[in-house]
């Protein structure tokens, strides 16, 4: 079974900056698409960022030139550095794997999430 741990979130002032990991518990590479999710009360859980296994990185509209994610296979990690934290970017953030099993079957993963709260 497939375990991911997301690390990295707190409270931080707007502008800030923080990096929230994610650790496989396998390699990375055995995933085609890695990403964060945010989710707040009362909201469906939107894409904030997301990577291939080729390194084609997407980003939601919000995040875009503010946010970076990257993979790193020989950890195990994928990371979001996010800078220039909003108040509105606060949520709890979700670590996604997507990888395909052994008969073509869709296989989805999630962490259990980390708190990122951004003051004003």
């Known amino acids: 079974q497939v375990q991911l741990v997301e690390s990295g979130g707190g409270l931080v002032q707007a502008g800030g900056s923080l990096t929230l990991s994610c650790k496989a518990s396998r390699s990375v590479s055995d995933f085609n698409d890695m990403a964060w999710h945010r989710q707040t009360p009362g909201t469906l859980r939107e894409l904030v960022a997301s990577i291939s296994r080729g390194g084609v990185t997407e980003y939601a509209a919000s995040a875009e030139g503010r946010f970076t994610i990257s993979r790193a296979n020989a950890k195990n990690t994928v990371s979001l550095k996010m800078d220039t934290l909003k108040p509105e970017d606060t949520g709890v953030y979700y670590c996604?794997?997507?990888?395909?099993?052994?008969?073509?079957?869709?296989?989805?993963?999630w962490g259990r999430g980390t708190q990122v709260t951004v003051s004003s």
């Open positions: 996604y794997a997507h990888a395909v099993g052994y008969y073509g079957e869709d296989r989805d993963y």
